[in-house]
């Protein structure tokens, strides 16, 4: 009973250290992809193939070793030692491949990069959940049982872990510290397991490993009592930004912020990427985002500017007779961290009188203000992730539009050309065209290296050419460096525009399908186009990859499924082997499907809130937490589960039944999320979700275990199998599905996949006995 208890205890500590190191992992890869959050998927994808492996092939070698309680305190110790280790490679990983501070990465390097660096300590921690099976199986002498309550204890700990991350761990300690304390936590439920290893004659590989545990011990306290992990911390973001002294490093709710100082210039990065410099910022760029924008205007007066204000923007606003500026970033801790490096520019713009900053959500600001703009600039030059791509969907633009003035102008900029316009800058460009159009009936296009759009509902702003904006420079007398009245003429002549135009209008004949791409909150095309535009850039062998993407149908899913059901039912009717492989693909499926969910959730929360870089692992632990309770009703009613076939039919059918309901949830009642809803309907369903997707689990063990011997190889079989689901989920859903075929066809094709799963246990289930 002692060892049982002890034993209970370490699986929960099993499943709250893999969640931490998960998601710590998790969130220092995403500041080296930039925060992309369809990289989440290939990030959380590869960490579950590592999962699935270990458990599988790792996991089954248990049954030949004879000191299996020992084998798995070796496994913890070696997960203690090399989670550090994975995050200082984390921080350096872009140094060592040779990507420089601030550039992009490729979807190969993104996958390879996330793989290599979860490689050891997912690897492991799959093991160490068969091996848990096993010995827990030995002490209860219950097979079934044994699994089901591995599962439901593990996801406890990951239930606690993920809580106890986002709000006592992230926000009080920095990754290095965490690390060492996870260590300390694991070292101490091996010493727990191995007893009293010190009694006894002779030499033993328990004593050894009690001794290492000691050791590791007194290595972990002096790490976190001492300046050894504050020193590693320092080291590594020394080493992961080379380009200038580290001044300021910061973890906030909607991402990571450091700031560097090269000289007397300094550069904010947020996630990753170059955001504000101050005090020598690009004039140039500044100077045509701003005077190009507000002498399109008759009298620009009252302005919002909603990211990138500070560092030359605002100041070249200033220059112009304005009334008020009003001025929200996407992360409102941004400007507080500004506002603590003060230079000679960013105190004349943020503390002008006329200058009101809002330390809210951008997106939020617009939603809520009863104020009127004459001009809206939005200072975001690429759609690179979900956070920023909300700020140029259908729906804010027409949130803007609601706060517009008569002759309002709402002002985006993307990348562009004036030599050529590769097939994915065609696609980005015509993808944030269309959705201005649709909501705005005067779209004024302005080409360069960066393209301008300018919306209006007045015609007017179709009027505005060269001469005028040279006579209205005149008027206001603008101080500028390089809009001259030879530049402006240059930068409006009329054959750029014709020849972007029929840049575009080349592209659109060759668009799949010949459809209007428009990007939406929910179906964010733009990201897409911008991920697909840097991989071009980074990775030009992945064009063909994601031109196929573009190219996937809701139709092309429906016949592959269909053609896969029906395959599988033919040859599964007459093989045995292939008839037993029914649970295990229903399980697969369910990883699938589990994965797809929370990464609709991810994605939705991500699309509502923004700040999604401090609740993944609330929303993840949620998920989990339903997890482990589907699997715990299950498990205690396993043995008075006699139809356990129909139990599993009926759980699929509930899987099917939500994949149905999440569109309407979120399609009909977005507009109102922050009214009547709140973060409480993400948490809601991240539970309900994994209630389902965890009640399959034991139920799938029980009746596999009909037909099989072996307690290790049911449980790696079916956890390979849930994380293998997922694996694909992950990789398919996060890069391919929710952004090129938008929320409501996921989750169909999530619908339809389940249906074939349901179709293919009533037909051969009734054979596998």
Excluded at 429 to 458: E, H, M, Q
Excluded at 677 to 696: K, P, R
Aim: charged fraction near 15%; charge should be positive.
């Amino acid at each position: 009973m002692f060892i049982r208890r002890r034993f209970v205890f370490a699986v929960l500590a099993l499943g709250f250290s893999g969640m931490v190191a998960q998601v710590l992992l998790l969130r220092e890869i995403l500041v080296i992809f930039h925060g992309n959050e369809l990289t989440i998927g290939i990030i959380l994808g590869n960490w579950l193939v590592l999962e699935a492996i270990g458990a599988f092939l790792l996991g089954k070698q248990i049954e030949k070793i004879r000191l299996k309680l020992e084998a798995f305190v070796v496994i913890q110790l070696l997960v203690s030692l090399l989670f550090p280790s994975m995050i200082y490679l984390a921080r350096i990983f872009k140094g060592i491949i040779g990507i420089p501070v601030g550039e992009g990465l490729g979807l190969l390097p993104i996958f390879y990069s996330s793989f290599l660096i979860l490689l050891p300590v997912s690897l492991l921690h799959g093991a160490a959940f068969t091996f848990a099976c096993k010995i827990h199986s030995e002490i209860l002498k219950k097979r079934a049982v044994s699994i089901g309550r591995v599962y439901v204890y593990e996801t406890l700990g990951v239930l606690i872990g993920g809580v106890a991350f986002t709000y006592l761990l992230i926000p009080y300690f920095h990754s290095f510290k965490i690390s060492f304390g996870l260590g300390l936590l694991n070292v101490l439920v091996c010493l727990g397991l191995l007893g009293r290893f010190w009694q006894g004659g002779g030499a033993s590989f328990k004593k050894f490993l009690g001794g290492a545990s000691a050791v590791f011990l007194g290595i972990f306290l002096f790490s976190l009592i001492g300046p050894v992990a504050d020193r590693l911390h320092h080291l590594s973001i020394s080493e992961q930004w080379k380009v200038g002294k580290i001044e300021h490093y910061q973890n906030s709710i909607y991402g990571n912020i450091v700031v560097v100082k090269k000289g007397e210039q300094y550069t904010f990065f947020f996630d990753g990427i170059p955001v504000v410099s101050t005090p020598l910022p690009d004039v140039t760029h500044t100077e045509d985002f701003v005077h190009l924008s507000l002498l399109s205007h008759p009298e620009p007066r009252e302005i919002l500017v909603i990211s990138g204000g500070a560092g030359g923007v605002i100041n070249e606003i200033l220059k112009h007779k304005i009334k008020r500026v009003d001025y929200a970033e996407l992360d409102p801790v941004l400007l507080q961290v500004v506002q603590k490096f003060p230079t000679p520019l960013t105190e004349r713009e943020l503390s002008h009188p006329r200058v009101h900053i809002k330390y809210v959500d951008g997106r939020y600001f617009v939603k809520k203000t009863d104020h009127k703009y004459d001009v809206v600039l939005i200072g975001i030059s690429e759609l690179s992730n979900l956070q920023v791509n909300r700020l140029a969907t259908e729906e804010f633009f027409l949130m803007v539009k609601a706060i517009l003035k008569e002759k309002g102008i709402l002002v985006i900029s993307s990348p562009g050309s004036l030599t050529y316009l590769s097939e994915e800058l065609i696609n980005l460009n015509l993808c944030l065209l269309n959705t201005l159009r649709g909501v705005y009936p005067w779209v004024k296009i302005v080409p360069g290296d960066f393209n301008l759009f300018l919306a209006s509902i007045s015609p007017q702003i179709l009027e505005v050419d060269s001469s005028l904006l040279i006579k209205r420079l005149g008027e206001r007398e603008l101080r500028t460096f390089s809009l001259t009245s030879d530049y402006i003429r240059y930068r409006l002549h009329s054959r750029w525009l014709d020849w972007f135009l029929n840049s575009l209008a080349a592209g659109r004949e060759t668009a799949s399908g010949n459809e209007t791409k428009i990007n939406k909150d929910f179906h964010p095309l733009g990201t897409f186009y911008s991920l697909a535009f840097w991989n071009a850039l980074f990775s030009p062998w992945g064009q063909p990859l994601f031109s196929w993407f573009e190219s996937l149908s809701l139709r092309f899913f429906f016949i592959a499924l269909s053609m896969f059901g029906l395959l599988f039912l033919l040859f599964g009717y007459r093989n045995r082997r292939l008839r037993k492989g029914a649970v295990p693909f229903a399980i697969i499926s369910t990883g699938f499907a589990g994965m797809m969910f929370n990464l609709i959730l991810i994605f939705a929360f991500q699309v509502v809130y923004g700040y999604l870089y401090y609740w993944i692992g609330l929303l993840t632990s949620i998920f989990m937490a339903g997890a482990g309770v589907g699997g715990l009703l299950v498990t205690r009613s396993l043995e008075k589960i006699k139809e356990d076939l129909l139990y599993l039919l009926k759980l699929e059918a509930s899987i099917i039944i939500l994949s149905l309901l999440l569109p309407f949830i979120f399609l009909q009642s977005g507009p109102y999320f922050g009214q009547f809803f709140s973060q409480t309907i993400f948490l809601i369903l991240c539970f309900i979700s994994g209630l389902l997707i965890g009640a399959e689990f034991p139920l799938a063990n029980k009746i596999h275990l009909k037909t099989s011997p072996s307690v290790s190889g049911t449980a790696g079989l079916f956890y390979a199998g849930d994380l293998l689901g997922g694996w694909l989920g992950g990789i398919i859903g996060g890069v391919a599905l929710l952004p090129v075929l938008g929320l409501w066809k996921t989750c169909l094709i999530i619908a339809y996949l389940k249906i074939i799963s349901l179709i293919i246990l009533i037909v051969l289930g009734k054979r596998l006995k």
